[in-house]
T-cell receptor
Framework: DGGITQSPKYLFRKEGQNVTLSCEQN?????MYWYRQDPGQGLRLIYY???????QKGDIAEGYSVSREKKESFPLTVTSAQKNPTAFYLC??????????FGPGTRLTVL | QQQVKQSPQSLIVQKGGISIINCAYE??????FPWYQQFPGKGPALLIA?????SEKKEGRFTISFNKSAKQFSLHIMDSQPGDSATYFC?????????????FGQGTELSVKP
């Protein structure tokens, strides 16, 4: 089955902790994206990557970091510098000439 | 900053009725304009997408209409069903198509009453 997987589905973080959200795709897509979704709001772009070993900041990158060491993987780290990290996090990928496809999401809650 | 304005924020339709959601965009790249359907707790699923050189695209009960001169596009759901109750997002490609980035509308929460 081709698709995008995100893990874990639910994640709880204590104050001051860094946590890493996983995103994997087997669609052979070059481009991958991370979004944050808050209740009643649209999707806001955190980071995106067009190719392995390269990534760019989106609109709300502060307090987040990413890596792109493999084509199929684009993990997102929510650092302690992110003051309000409770949200639904979505990963997406895209093939050239196509649009974006989303994973199932990870809900992060700060305790 | 580029924006996409989506309306209405919420919509209640009777079963069998037509649901209409509108989006207006600013300058954009020549690329796909997608619509996504999202159920609570799930990731958005691509519903239908259109390129701006086409004025209309239909897939089953779902139709996108595109008005390039007015910079508007809309989603029509014919014969709306309770199972269509979800949040719908439109999106437009960013100008200069920066890495395939999309600008999303704020979403429309659709409720179809039986």
């Amino acid at each position: 089955d081709g698709g995008i997987t995100q893990s874990p589905k639910y994640l709880f973080r204590k104050e001051g902790q860094n946590v890493t959200l996983s995103c994997e795709q087997n669609l052979n897509h070059d481009a991958m994206y991370w979004y944050r979704q808050d209740p009643g709001q649209g999707l806001r772009l955190i980071y995106y990557s067009q190719i392995v070993n390269d990534f760019q900041k989106g609109d709300i990158a502060e307090g987040y970091s990413v890596s792109r060491e493999k084509k199929e993987s684009f993990p997102l780290t929510v650092t302690s510098a992110q003051k309000n990290p409770t949200a639904f996090y979505l990963c997406a990928s895209r093939a050239p000439g196509d649009t974006q496809y989303f994973g199932p999401g990870t809900r992060l809650t700060v305790l | 900053q580029q924006q996409v304005k989506q309306s209405p924020q919420s919509l209640i339709v009777q079963k069998g009725g037509i649901s209409i959601i509108n989006c207006a965009y600013e300058n954009t790249a020549f690329d796909y304009f997608p619509w996504y359907q999202q159920f609570p707790g799930k990731g958005p699923a691509l519903l239908i997408a259109i390129r701006p050189d086409v004025s209309e695209k239909k897939e089953g009960r779902f139709t996108i209409s595109f008005n390039k001169s007015a910079k508007q596009f809309s989603l029509h759901i014919m014969d709306s069903q309770p199972g269509d109750s979800a949040t719908y997002f439109c999106a437009a490609p960013m100008i200069y198509n920066q890495g395939g980035k999309l600008i999303f509308g704020q979403g429309t929460e659709l409720s179809v009453k039986p």
